[in-house]
DNA sequence: GCCAACGTTGGC
DNA sequence: GCCAACGTTGGC
């Protein structure tokens, strides 16, 4: 399998599908105390990830994955994979193993064949967003939570039960040009107190999530910039 | 290397 | 079920 993906996840996530939903509560309380701003995603996130109620709410068909393209050990393990990684592959096909986060796998178990995401680079030199991918393969068990060598080997999780998913994805393209992550916060900044199209955007409302989703308005307007000068 | 933000753990 | 302590994320 591939290189190892690190979608920075917690290592020591909890343990059974009790847990799962108390992480969900945990979400609705930093809503709270985050103000208004989860409120879409966190509704989005309860509605869909087919553990709970039915919900009218929209489902997300566009995502931001995030990854570290420069080298980085983890127990000894170089967590590297950037984007020209992807590209390197045969098929331009990987999966998108090792997140550890609540959260950001349920997004996973969102998404659908065919749906593009951002490629993200995160703790590097220069982070922002390189190129898009597109959902190839839907959620399905991500077999490193049971490898005592992965990095993200997680012994709470158990084949009978298995708790962590994965995507398969594949390389579309490079962005016309690379958009730094402070272009990207400078339109946030911009838009934020105007209501403007990013005013929401994940990547800076919740910081740390590895696998986000972006709404469409949101997803364009990210496009749009490949054509317009730095700001 | 620092450290703010925030998710997770675990005592109570 | 609360919440303080702890650990991680990830930009700077």
Known sequence: MPPKKKARVTKRTAKSDKDERESVSTVKAADKTAGHKRKAVSSVETGNNGTSESSGAPQYCHWLMKSEPESRFENGIDVKFGIEDLKALPDQTDCWDGVRNYQARNFM????????????????????????????????????????????????????????SMVDVQYQRMMKRFLPLSELKKYHLEHRPKGGILKDMALFTRARLSVQPLTAEEFDFILSLEDKEPL
Request: some cysteine; glycine content about 6%; overall charge positive.
């Open 109 to 164: 178990r969102q998404m659908k064949e065919g749906q593009l995401a951002f490629f993200y680079h995160s703790n590097c030199k220069d982070p922002g967003i390189a190129g898009i991918m597109k959902i190839v393969k839907e959620a399905y068990v991500d077999h490193t939570q049971f490898d005592k060598k992965d990095v993200h080997y997680d012994a709470s999780s158990k084949p009978e039960n298995p708790k962590w």
